[in-house]
């Protein structure tokens, strides 16, 4: 059973810069492709960004392409999420997944096996 704890969202001017956290623990972390996803109020659960168990792939939603990036320390257990240009619009709760997969980056929610609880962003105007 893997654990997913989110963390680094918070309030941002538009135009600014995050970092989220999501760290992992209770399983081996380098066998999992990783996953960031984000959800709205009142909208379906999207998919950003998804990095392969080695960390040699990333595959990304073109809404966030060239301004976020995935990234993953498997001697840490944690993977990134890298975030500029924010604009209002990316306000949501965000979301890191897991799934036990040696090879491929996984980019439908239901591929998706263990969750975290989600980290709030908020980018103001």
């Known amino acids: 059973q893997v654990q997913l704890v989110e963390s680094g969202g918070g309030l941002v001017q538009a135009g600014g810069s995050l970092r989220l956290y999501c760290a992992a623990s209770?399983?081996?972390?380098?066998?999992?492709?990783m996953g960031w996803f984000r959800q709205a109020p009142g909208k379906e659960r999207d998919f950003l960004a998804g990095?392969?168990?080695?960390?040699?792939?990333?595959r990304y939603d073109d809404a966030v392409k060239g301004r976020f990036t995935i990234s993953r320390d498997n001697a840490k257990d944690t993977v990134y999420l890298e975030m500029s240009s924010l604009k209002p619009e990316d306000t949501a709760l965000y979301y890191c997944?897991?799934?036990?997969?040696?090879?491929?980056?996984?980019?439908?929610?239901?591929?998706?096996?263990?969750w975290g609880q989600g980290t709030q962003v908020t980018v103001s105007s």
């Open positions: 990095i392969s168990a080695s960390g040699g792939r990333t």
């Open positions: 209770g399983g081996t972390f380098s066998v999992y492709a």
């Open positions: 997944a897991a799934v036990r997969q040696n090879l491929g980056v996984a980019t439908r929610s239901r591929d998706y096996v263990y």
